[in-house]
Each structure stands twice: as C-alpha cells, then as structure tokens.
C-alpha cells in the first residue's frame, strides 16, 4: 500500500467517524461493479488479477478502497439495501450463499447486485439485515413504454451501418478507422436496451463514441447526436423514478433509529444521471457518501504484468 492509497483510507475512515458522531444515520458506498480481484499465493504473496466478469476484458482496473466488510464495521449498519434486487427480495442466510441476478434471467451471478458476496459472512455472523431496493417488477415495463424505450431499442443500428459503410472509405483517417472498427467489435451492441442497464451502459458509451468520432464534421452523426441526446433525456426520467422508489424503502428501513448502508453503482451518485444526491437534499435527509473504489499503483500493475507473464509460459 503506498501513501496516497492509506491516505485515502484515513480520509473516509475519518468522515465516517464524524458521520457518525454527527448522527447520520444513512451512508451511501458508491461503487464499480467491474473491479479487481485480491489474491494470494505462498510464492506470489498478495497479488491483484482482473474480476471474473466479463466486462473486464481481462484487464486490472481498479480496487476497493476499503473492503466491504470493513465497510459494515467500520459505519454499523443494521440494514444493507442492495442495488439489483427489488425491495420484496430479502437475503435469507438459511437459502444458498450464491445470488443470482434477478434483471437479467439466466445471465450472470454472484457479483451483480451489486457484489453482494463480498458482504455474506459479515451479514451472517452480525445479524445484518439485507434486502433490495430497485423498482417493482410489476408495472415496470409499464413504466418503461410510458416513457418511450422501445422509441429507441435500435439505437446501435444506424450507427453499426454507419461504420460498416465508413471504414471502406479511404478517406477516412486511420485513427477514425481505428474506432470504428473497435466499435464494430464491441458485444455492447449487441445488448438489448429494453434491460435500463444495457440502456445505461449504451448512452455512457456512445457518448464518449461520438466525441472520438468527431459529430461536427458529418451530418449523420450530427443527426444521431440529437437523436442520442433525446434518449439520455427519457433515461433520465427512468432514473428520477426509480431513485424516488429507493428513498421509500430507504424511509422504511430507517425506522426505530436504524443506520442503513446503500451499495450502489456510483453513477446514481456522481455523472449525469445522479439524481439520488438531489433527492436526499430536497427531503433534509442528511447522509455520508464515499466512493469506494481506487485505480491500481504502477507497483500493483507491473506485479501483475510478470505474474500473468509467467502463467502464459506456463
């Protein structure tokens, strides 16, 4: 651990402490569902490698600042809402340790939800209750349509036959080739955006897309920016409703003096789609937010570039 990373430990340590003492009652982990895995061998001793999810692509890109069991000490928490789950779902020690994602059928597993793994030993020995807080299924397509997601479930398309047609040009410059083909190979199109996960990640994406791509010179992707900007309105409608949903279970659970940690992805906290600080502020509900998450060492990097070295030789 270097300086810069106990500095930061000592800072949200610090906070939470003050928190506390302040009587907050309410703290907020934001996190990054995608992150690196610590390890250890008898050879190697500590060591990161890259989260088994597939969006990490094999690659380190990033930590926890603190780990989630020191979290639950560290603030006291009787009750964990969990982003993933609807507030019907409660975690239930006596089932399977292993939670499965309740969005996405069939699809991956223990860490969506988010990362609630991390937690289970911690909530089982103290007694920790653990539920969900993200809209009902029922009626959430309803809310969907009214809103206009199916206006844009073919978002990728034009632009897919946009690059297919672009990258035969030889006009076209080699770095712009470059994107586009990155593009073209990228699974995110392939998403179906009816899931507000898919349609999340998709907005984030074509976003920084377009700015690589350069809008300003070419009609078509002048057209698909406003086109992409109407839809990141109507998401954010969608976020607006489903945060109001997590402050009523979050008013439900704060009841008889409870404190309550939320674990959440920290785009509900921090970009362009996070409302909830906004909710908490209209309500006076006073809170304690931290990002829970910190980009690896050039040390950490490089210990992993020989270690993953030498498994490939085998």
Known sequence: MDAGQRKSIERIVEQIDLAKESGIKVFVCGLTHTYSILRHSPKEGFFYEP??????????????????????????????????????????????????????P??????????????????????????????????RNDIQDQLGFRDYLDLYVPLVKYCKRKVKKKSLSEEQRSVMKRFLKDERIGKDLYNPNH????????????????????????????????????????????DANILSVLYEELQDNKTVLLKIGEGHMSDEYGYLPGVFMQERLPYYHFFNFQSHTKEEMEKWGRIKEEREKG
């Open 106 to 139: 069939g699809e991956i597993t223990s860490f969506t939800s988010p990362n609630f793994w991390e937690i289970v030993d911690t909530v089982n020995d103290l007694g920790i209750k653990v539920r969900g807080m993200d809209i009902p299924y029922e009626g």
């Open 199 to 242: 349609f999340y990640n998709a907005c984030v994406h074509l976003d920084s897309l377009l700015e690589r791509m350069q809008p300003q010179a070419d009609f078509f992707l002048l057209a698909f920016a406003s086109r992409l900007a109407d839809a990141k309105e109507m998401f954010k409608d969608y976020i607006k409703l489903r």
């Open 51 to 104: 989260h088994p999810h597939r969006l990490a692509e094999g690659k380190l890109v990033g930590k926890r600042i603190i780990f989630e069991n020191d979290v639950l000490g560290l603030t006291e928490a009787d009750v964990v809402l969990l982003e993933g789950h609807t507030p019907d779902w409660m975690y239930d020690p006596s089932f399977d340790h292993m939670v499965t994602s309740t969005d996405a």
